[in-house]
């Protein structure tokens, strides 16, 4: 009897105790956090939105009330981040409050708490701005654009089209860039919350959960193709509309002109360029050709 007792695992004493195994309610703060932004303040921004998302860790961890509203006042300090990569950062700090409601001496992981917050918060905003902000964001007009060009709709090219355009396919050009851009951040969402909480603690946790470099690449690549694509369509559709006689020679110069433009400014950022060189770049190019083929924009296209 004596043998058993010994080999028991001692208790956390009850203010320490975590019901339901202690694990965070992932679901719980993945639906909540959806309203990071709800309370967005000038003083301390997402600090009442962080705290939200977090509060069902914090109500499982710390089933002392006066733990819990110590717990509560850690987390309304400031916090600013890209709302869809905050997710990072909540499953690291519900990872380092479990560790702290577990702990005989929670100090270490509260003192190192602050820091790592910030550090994630700080990290994970710069990645998600050019990601969100930077790439998906435009993409959407451009897949709204496409949908309504694969479906015959040029209204946005020509405001005075008369033709009668169907509202399912009014409505299915911004509802496919907004399907796309949702599903991204949903996903984000939750495979962070989930790579947070898997490896928190540390001040780059899931900073290598994806090639975040390859990624705003690839993005960037799938922009300049939409961007092209459109640019193709649109002076395709204007050189037809306006150039029903002229030559196919003529024709084609006016689709090539904004193809070469991209192609100039691609080439110019993907050597490290800056945007101020690479429409340098551009007006220097169409001043040289304007002027050794006689080409007059202005009664090129109008």
Same mark, same amino acid.
């Given at each position: 009897?004596?043998?058993?007792?010994?080999?028991?695992?001692?208790?956390?004493?009850?203010?320490?105790?975590?019901?339901? *195994?202690?694990?965070?309610?992932?679901?719980?703060?993945?639906?909540?956090?959806?309203?990071? @932004?709800?309370?967005?303040?000038? $003083?301390?921004? @997402?600090?009442?939105?962080?705290?939200?998302?977090?509060?069902?860790?914090?109500?499982?961890?710390?089933?002392?009330?006066?733990?819990?509203?110590?717990?509560?006042?850690?987390?309304?300090?400031?916090?600013?981040?890209?709302?869809?990569?905050?997710?990072?950062?909540?499953?690291?700090?519900?990872?380092?409050?479990?560790?702290?409601?577990?702990?005989?001496?929670?100090?270490?992981?509260?003192?190192?708490?602050?820091?790592?917050? @910030?550090?994630?918060?700080?990290?994970?905003?710069?990645?998600?701005?050019?990601?969100?902000?930077?790439?998906?964001?435009?993409?959407?007009?451009?897949?709204?654009?496409?949908?309504?060009?694969? &479906? *015959?709709?040029? &209204?946005?090219?020509?405001?005075?089209?008369?033709?009668?355009?169907?509202?399912?396919?009014?409505?299915?050009?911004?509802?496919?860039?907004?399907?796309?851009?949702?599903?991204?951040?949903?996903?984000?969402?939750?495979? *962070?919350? $989930?790579?947070?909480?898997?490896?928190?603690?540390?001040?780059?946790?899931?900073?290598?959960?994806?090639?975040?470099?390859?990624?705003?690449?690839?993005?960037?690549?799938?922009?300049?193709?939409?961007?092209?694509?459109?640019?193709?369509?649109?002076? *395709?559709?204007?050189?037809?509309?306006?150039?029903?006689?002229?030559?196919?020679?003529?024709?084609?110069?006016?689709?090539?002109?904004?193809?070469?433009?991209?192609?100039?400014?691609?080439?110019?950022?993907?050597?490290?360029?800056?945007?101020?060189?690479?429409?340098?770049?551009?007006?220097?190019?169409?001043?040289?050709?304007?002027?050794?083929?006689?080409?007059?924009?202005?009664?090129?296209?109008?």
């Amino acid at each position: 009897m004596a043998e058993n007792e010994a080999n028991k695992t001692p208790a956390r004493p009850a203010c320490c105790a975590a019901p339901d *195994g202690g694990k965070a309610p992932l679901g719980a703060m993945f639906l909540r956090s959806f309203f990071l @932004q709800a309370a967005w303040n000038y $003083e301390r921004f @997402q600090n009442f939105g962080f705290c939200f998302a977090l509060e069902p860790a914090l109500r499982r961890f710390y089933p002392d009330p006066e733990r819990l509203k110590e717990a509560r006042r850690r987390h309304l300090q400031i916090v600013n981040t890209q709302p869809y990569m905050a997710s990072f950062v909540l499953g690291n700090v519900a990872r380092l409050e479990e560790s702290a409601a577990a702990a005989a001496d929670p100090a270490p992981a509260l003192k190192s708490m602050a820091g790592v917050k @910030q550090a994630l918060a700080t990290s994970f905003a710069a990645i998600g701005d050019r990601i969100f902000w930077g790439r998906l964001k435009p993409m959407t007009a451009e897949i709204c654009l496409l949908v309504w060009a694969a &479906g *015959g709709f040029y &209204g946005w090219l020509f405001p005075e089209m008369d033709a009668p355009v169907s509202v399912w396919l009014l409505m299915a050009g911004p509802l496919a860039g907004i399907l796309v851009y949702s599903a991204v951040s949903v996903y984000t969402r939750w495979r *962070g919350l $989930e790579a947070g909480y898997r490896c928190g603690g540390s001040p780059n946790c899931a900073l290598d959960a994806a090639n975040w470099p390859r990624h705003i690449k690839l993005l960037s690549a799938a922009g300049f193709v939409m961007a092209l694509a459109l640019a193709m369509i649109s002076f *395709g559709v204007l050189a037809g509309a306006s150039c029903l006689s002229c030559s196919p020679g003529r024709a084609a110069l006016k689709i090539a002109l904004p193809v070469a433009v991209l192609g100039l400014h691609r080439l110019c950022r993907a050597a490290g360029k800056s945007v101020f060189f690479a429409v340098g770049v551009v007006l220097a190019a169409s001043l040289l050709v304007f002027s050794i083929f006689g080409v007059e924009p202005f009664r090129l296209y109008l």
